[in-house]
């Protein structure tokens, strides 16, 4: 079964444009310190403003409104210090248009939570053809979040976060419960643009069609040491539940990064793969995941997944509820590796314990013409049900 990669709007969605250029009017309790220049705002658009190059603002409360950047600045959110746990400096959109807009410039988000977005149909001073993108932030630069939240916003592209010509790294800082009416509902990145997970980040309870956690419309994912894409999902008929990858994009696993427990209506539970690579290095490991075709992986024409060092495919299983009936057997409970996509399994790299429903095939792999390499059922691919190659 093949399922062309549509993303006719990512032609438009390449070139990033300005949201909105102001903040709203803020509410009291937002405030904004200078330390360098020794004064405070009631919103972070006018200390922005205010701002030189390479200054560092802190924000203290909630700051309402949204927040256009173009120059490189640092900011640091400190906490009100309330004892409730709810003491968290928040830039909150109050659901109109992307809560914080980044152009052209090299910003650091520290101790921020980043909620309330809806998106915007310009970015950095491009219209896009009424496409609305990125709820939580836009992105056309280069942005360092650490220890910090992108969380509820929505947008029908990129409802956490949508990038185009960017570098976005992640520190121990999570996109979580964001919702994209069409592609990528925590994370949109489009051709060029590179994404970095480093440390516990993670990207989870995310929605969308097409790449409920993550869309790659053909940039570069890494993800290094114990970082995540969890609990993410779409649904019936729809793909990639935790990553959707294309149009030449990368995703290269390392460390102990996982994959795990998302799930796709459709096809590929864990990832969904078309015209893409995905490599998995060290103990990396996709599971837990569900779809009715691909649970853990779905590789489509064209894709190339290569299994590395002692990384693994487990626990992922192809069979998907419909309620009054019984479970539908589906197909590739580890890989479903299509026609003309290859796998590739080296070294100490396994695919072990999972499953497809009653009548289903290909419990750790199904094969309908792709090409395989390295992978010997019984030996690297084992303890599957009903088989471990199809």
Known sequence: MRLRFILAVCAVLAVA???VSGASAAKPNCTVVNTGANKSYSSLQAAVNASSAGATLFVKGTCLGSTTITKSLT?????NGNGNGNGAATLDGGGNGTVLTVCAATVTLNNLVVTGGS???????QYLNGVTVGGGMAVMG???????????????????????NAAVTLNN???ANNVALNQGGGYFLGTADTLTMNGASSIYGNQSPQGAGILNAGGTVTMNDSSSVHNNSNGTGDVGGGIMSGQGGTLVMNGTSSVYN??????GGGIYNIEATVTMNDKSSIYGNQALEGAGIYNDALGTVTMNDTSSLHDNAAIVPVPGTDLVAG???GIFNASGATLTMNANSSIHNNMVGPDGVGGGIYNPGGTLNGAVAGTNVYANTPDDIN
């Open 262 to 267: 998302n799930s796709a209506g459709s096809l």
């Open 75 to 79: 900011i640091t959110g400190q906490s």
């Open 173 to 175: 800082t999570t996109v």
């Open 119 to 125: 998106g915007s149909s310009s970015v950095c001073g």
């Open 17 to 19: 444009a300005a949201g």
């Open 331 to 333: 197909s590739g409970g």
């Open 142 to 164: 280069n942005v360092t979040l650490n220890n910090s939240s992108v969380t509820n916003n929505n947008a029908p592209y990129g409802g956490g976060i949508w990038t185009s």
